[in-house]
């Protein structure tokens, strides 16, 4: 095992209350990418 | 109701020549039926039935009872969910939705009919109830295969789950089977035993490298939660030619203010868990506790293990299909999955193009028939094609997940409703090259111990035209974090995607 990951990171990736916020966070950029829509890629004839 | 489809030059795929006109006569119903009911066929189904009136008929034709949400697999493969928590029984709820259901399995597709039947139809082999091992042909005015992949578990010799101590956690009842084993290993390992576990692809053409991930991660915090992690060798072993492949060629991701390529983190995150790893590597037999793969360099090597979970290949179903005389025309429904809307002209990897997947998933011989979710065959793979020194194809096939098996399945839902609404172009296009897609890798479980990978990727098929200096993705869109909130996260998106499966109140709202 090889540490990899500081531990002021870790302790950024555990900590429950900063993670709270992430959450938040990580679903409005999920949203975003996924509400961001699609579409086809070739050139309309 | 008559179908009337316009002359159109095969090789040409322009809406225009797409044109589909629907003539409603006397009978003024269209009936849809969908063959299978996981993610892409449950979407289109709820879909089709929330936008077509009660006139039209939706048949769901499924061998498996149960929906499931296969992602959540994961867990029960690590204990941490029971299989019950994970699937819900669909007949009483497509009773409800006015959606028909049999509980069977297709076997051949007559897209023209027969000489006594007039209509396309699919012949159909009940596995249940009174009429099982007994056929129907189900006619159909448009057909839905959304019939996923055959986990070809016999394209690998002696990789079957539950043999050889060698599990999958591909279906409930593989997860199940998965945690028993393991946990009998725990159990050893709490006496004193040591012990290899081994995890990854069992095949050189595997594919859903993302869930062997999920779980390696999460067998590996439940070694830890059992106090037994000391005692066990963990090791990751698969088809990709580096970490981090996951069959889609890699991706250069941002990571908090950092640009990241996916090897570089997935190799910080294994190196941080003690977890070994195996690349380059085709396993192609398993024996007792024996996984034996040809690596790219051309060497014939053996791993040992005491518990392994290896996803096997996936293939096509091997349908058959006939003309009205009766004569094999399976080459134009079929190439291994379902043809659609791609460019198949083999070419080599270095020309490869984002326009070769399929917008519209329609099959170009019979317009009336589609097919989203994994049943479609890709034009090529996603990561660079790579071959041993003894000539054996060693890369990832090209994943499909779950995000656009719903989003396919309900844009070919919306084009449906479109053709019989009498609009004649399909105007619903998604390709994979113009898609993102959201993956929320569980790394462990637990409220405040759990922790996940998220990733996101835009596009999935990387556009190396268009983002020419990262790798074919845009960055914004393409990012990855680890942490508590991504077990949040994906704790959150099973109860969301339960909830829409059941389709409870507003359940169209969540978006695929
Ligand atoms: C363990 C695991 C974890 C995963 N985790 C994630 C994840 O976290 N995120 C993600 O996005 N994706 C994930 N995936 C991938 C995701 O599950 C698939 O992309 C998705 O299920 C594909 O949907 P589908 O409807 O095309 O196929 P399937 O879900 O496989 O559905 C196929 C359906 O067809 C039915 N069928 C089979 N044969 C026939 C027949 N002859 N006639 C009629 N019906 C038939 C089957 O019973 C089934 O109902 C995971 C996959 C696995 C195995």
Redesign the interface.
């Known amino acids: 095992?090889?540490?990899?990951?500081s531990k002021t990171k870790r302790f950024?990736?555990?900590?429950?209350v900063i993670?709270?916020f992430?959450?938040i966070y990580?679903?409005i950029?999920?949203?975003?990418?996924?509400?961001?829509g699609?579409?086809?890629?070739?050139n309309?004839? | 109701m008559q179908i009337i489809f316009h002359q159109t030059d095969a090789n040409h795929f322009s809406m225009k020549c797409n044109a589909i006109i629907l003539q409603l006569n006397n009978q003024p119903m269209a009936k849809i039926v969908i063959l299978g009911a996981g993610i892409s066929g449950h979407v289109a189904a709820s879909h089709l039935r929330r936008k077509l009136s009660k006139q039209h008929e939706v048949v769901v034709v499924s061998p498996n009872s149960n929906y499931q949400w296969i992602p959540s697999n994961i867990w029960v493969g690590i204990g941490r969910m029971k299989s019950e928590q994970i699937l819900f029984p669909l007949e009483p709820l497509y009773k409800k939705k006015n959606i028909g259901f049999k509980q069977a399995k297709a076997v051949s597709f007559h897209p023209e009919g027969d000489k006594e039947v007039t209509k396309p139809y699919v012949m159909v082999e009940y596995v249940k109830g009174e009429d099982k091992n007994n056929f129907e042909k189900v006619t159909y005015d448009f057909l839905i295969n959304a019939t996923g992949p055959k986990l070809a578990f016999d394209m690998t010799e002696g990789l079957e789950p539950g043999k050889n101590k060698a599990y999958s956690v591909c279906t409930y009842g593989h997860a199940e089977h998965a945690w028993h084993g393991l946990k009998e290993l725990i159990e050893e390992v709490k006496k004193g035993k040591k012990a290899k576990i081994l995890i990854g692809t069992g095949h050189a053409k595997s594919t859903c490298q993302g869930a062997a991930f999920e779980y390696i991660l999460n067998v590996e915090q439940e070694l830890r939660r059992h106090d037994v992690r000391e005692l066990v060798e963990v090791t990751w072993i698969a088809n990709e030619y580096q970490l981090g492949d996951f069959g889609m060629d890699g991706m250069l991701l941002s990571y908090g203010s950092n640009i990241m390529k996916s090897n570089e983190m997935i190799e910080m995150i294994f190196e941080d868990r003690g977890i070994n790893w195996i690349i380059g590597a085709g396993v192609n037999k398993i024996e007792d506790g024996v996984a034996h793969y040809e690596t790219l360099d051309g060497e014939y090597k053996t791993e040992t293990y005491d518990f392994a979970m290896l996803i096997p290949a996936f293939s096509g179903h091997g349908f058959k299909a006939y003309d009205k005389e009766d004569n094999d025309i399976t080459e134009k429904l079929f190439k291994g999955f379902m043809i659609v809307d791609a460019d198949y002209t083999p070419r080599p990897y270095e020309e490869w193009t984002v326009q070769d997947w399929p917008e519209t998933y329609q099959n170009p011989s019979y317009k009336n028939i589609f097919a989203p979710g994994i049943a479609f065959a890709p034009p090529h793979a996603i990561s660079k094609p790579r071959v041993s020194k003894n000539g054996t194809a060693i890369s990832p096939a090209p994943p499909r997940t779950g995000m656009p098996s719903g989003i396919t399945a309900k844009l070919v839902a919306e084009n449906i409703v479109d053709i019989i609404n009498g609009k004649k172009t399909l105007n619903h296009k998604g390709s994979m090259g113009n898609m993102g897609a959201a993956c929320i890798a569980s790394a462990g479980f637990g409220m405040t111990k759990g922790s996940g990978v998220s990733i996101t990727t835009y596009p999935i098929v990387p556009d190396y035209v268009k983002y020419p200096d990262t790798q074919g993705r845009k960055l914004g869109k393409t990012f990855g974090e680890i942490g508590l909130a991504g077990h949040w996260l994906k704790l959150t998106l099973h109860y969301a995607f339960i909830y829409k499966a059941k389709m409870k109140p507003f359940w169209w709202l969540i978006p695929e």
């Open positions: 095992m090889t540490q990899r990951i950024i990736m555990m900590n429950p993670q709270f992430k959450y990580l679903s950029k999920i949203l975003v990418v996924v509400a961001g699609h579409g086809g890629t070739r309309k004839v």
